[in-house]
């Protein structure tokens, strides 16, 4: 089957902790993208990586990093820094030729 | 930054019932794509508009892009409880990178 698959579904970590969430595709997609959803709000993008390699921060980086050294993975770290991680967090991939996002099941990380 | 505004945030209708939600850009967008989130669920991608003034038929759902291209409407004909969810609208601005700008969502609950 190809799709995106995120994992875990749940993570929990105390504070003062980096987490990494991990994000993998077999669509042979492109462009990759990591967002953030909080309770009855939108999403807001974090980063995103349009090629191996390379990666630019969305409109809420601050407190996370990313990596792209394979096309089909792109983890998210979110670090110590962030100074309210608990959220949900979606994963997306585009192939590039159009623009519709196919996203992943997302995990749901708390941080106490 | 670019934002785009959605209302209404929340919608309760009986079984049968219309319903319709509109997204609006102060600035032209390059397209507009409309995705469902069920509860619990990921984003799931429904259609995109590209052209001014364009109408997409998806059985029961009717899809709008304004004149202008600022602004975008979704409305349900006889809803259904299998519609329930939240409605995102996500608008492109145009340019390279393919970043989606994401509407605050409009919740949809659906009463028997």
């Known amino acids: 089957d190809g799709g995106i698959t995120q994992s875990p579904k749940y993570l929990f970590r105390k504070e003062g902790q980096n987490v990494t969430l991990s994000c993998e595709q077999n669509?042979?997609?492109?462009?990759m993208y990591w967002y953030r959803q909080d309770p009855g709000q939108g999403l807001r993008l974090i980063y995103y990586?349009?090629?191996?390699?390379?990666?630019q921060k969305g409109d809420i980086a601050e407190g996370y990093s990313v990596s792209r050294e394979k096309k089909e993975s792109f983890p998210l770290t979110v670090t110590s820094a962030q100074k309210n991680p608990t959220a949900f967090y979606l994963c997306?991939?585009?192939?590039?030729?159009?623009?519709?996002?196919?996203f992943g099941p997302g995990t749901r990380l708390t941080v106490t | 930054g670019q934002q785009v505004m959605q209302i209404p945030q929340y919608q309760h209708v009986q079984e049968g019932e219309d319903f319709t939600t509109y997204c609006n850009s102060s600035?032209?967008?390059?397209?507009i794509q409309w995705y469902k989130q069920r509860p619990g669920g990921h984003p799931v991608f429904l259609i995109q508009?590209?052209?001014?003034?364009e109408v997409k038929k998806q059985k029961r759902l009717t899809f709008q892009f304004g004149e202008a291209k600022k602004n975008s409407s979704l409305h349900i004909t006889a809803t259904q409880t299998t519609d329930v969810g939240t409605y995102f609208c996500?608008?492109?601005?145009?340019?390279?990178?393919?970043?989606?700008?994401f509407g605050t969502g409009t919740l949809l609950a659906v009463q028997p």
């Open positions: 508009l590209v052209k001014s003034g």
């Open positions: 669509l042979n997609h492109d462009a």
């Open positions: 996500a608008a492109n601005y145009g340019g390279a990178t393919n970043k989606l700008i």
């Open positions: 997306a991939s585009t192939p590039g030729q159009t623009y519709e996002q196919y």
């Open positions: 600035t032209t967008l390059s397209n």
């Open positions: 990586s349009q090629i191996v390699n390379d990666f």
